[in-house]
């Protein structure tokens, strides 16, 4: 018995180490009651640091629902915070779904499948005229995911109420952000703004009207500190849209880049051949637009010609 007792130890303190770790402590954080000092927390932490660095790459997957159908899909967000950035979606088997391309000359958008390109000159509506669902530009996305929000929240609330349970909320009468949302600890817990024109949820897309106020919403979850790990941003970020649209954005890493990315790393080129289409005058078609959504799925897996190697730039792209 003291034999079997004997050679158990290494597997008995290997269970325990293992249990340990999965019981970390939850880091506790300063508690505010005072709105004034729950928004002086939160801007010491999310608006005047420093980045940390010139740029990030991102891996996250995103999980689109409308009230019929989801989609899955995974992304990668990588480039400069002062632009360019670069945004590549794939399905869950890996094939390449679409590649864009934010700088300061707009959105550039090429979808693989049909070997065909978009641009449009501001990100924002571009984005959300190929069916991309977070109301933001590609640029202030990283930097939320980074854990900064000094391009997005205003300095000066217009009003401020207590939340039940602890927290406030801060209302906006511009800006893009017209609701944020912190808890306790001074983290951003939601924010709200008025959704674009350009953006069409899947009840409108299917020809139905979206009566009242057209308001997008972001929840933030998963800090790492609630975990026993160091203090970080939030890992999941869950976008609710109007008539039960929604899209939940869970990042699986996260790097700093501590030097800038090499150009050819940001540049997008397109097959010699590739179609062109602007967007200023006109919205994409509707499969191009549910790449994001999961809507016609059978138009994303129809056989297209195979791409020429031999590349070339559809628009002139600075520093390229």
Not at 87 to 92: K, M, P, Q, T
Request: glycine content about 10%; some cysteine.
């Amino acid at each position: 018995m003291i034999r079997i007792l004997h050679s158990l130890r290494p597997a008995l303190a290997l269970l325990a180490l293992l249990a340990v770790g999965a019981c970390a402590p939850r880091i506790e954080l300063p508690r505010f009651e005072e709105a004034q000092n729950d928004m002086e927390a939160f801007r010491a932490r999310f608006v005047l640091p420093p980045a940390g660095g010139p740029g990030l790459a991102v891996r996250a997957s995103l999980l689109y629902s409308t009230p019929t159908r989801s989609n899955r899909t995974d992304v990668q967000l990588f480039g400069e915070y002062a632009r360019p950035l670069r945004l590549d979606v794939r399905a869950g088997l890996g094939t390449m779904l679409a590649l864009m391309r934010e700088d300061a000359a707009g959105l550039l958008a090429y979808y693989p499948d049909k070997s065909r390109a978009y641009a449009h000159s501001d990100p924002v509506i571009g984005a959300q005229l190929l069916g991309l669902p977070f109301p933001f530009a590609l640029r202030d996305l990283a930097l939320v995911l980074a854990g900064h929000f000094g391009t997005l929240v205003p300095n000066e609330p217009a009003r401020v109420r207590a939340i039940p349970g602890g927290g406030f909320a801060y209302s906006y009468d511009s800006g893009p952000v017209r609701l944020l949302v912190l808890d306790q600890y001074g983290r951003p817990e939601r924010m709200e703004g008025v959704l674009s024109q350009h953006f069409r949820a899947q009840v409108e897309r299917d020809g139905a009207t979206v009566s009242g106020p057209r308001v997008w919403g972001i929840a933030f979850s998963g800090y790492p500190e609630d975990e026993g790990d160091p203090v970080g941003p939030a890992k999941t970020l869950t976008l609710t849209l109007p008539k039960g649209d929604s899209a939940v954005l869970r990042v699986r890493s996260l790097t700093v880049r501590q030097d800038p990315w090499q150009t050819k790393s940001l540049a997008l080129t397109l097959p010699a051949g590739a179609s062109f289409m602007s967007l200023e005058r006109q919205a994409a078609p509707a499969q191009v637009r549910e790449v994001i959504t999961g809507g016609e799925q059978d138009e994303h897996r129809e056989s297209a010609p195979k791409p020429d190697h031999s590349v070339q730039s559809v628009r002139p792209v600075p520093g390229v």
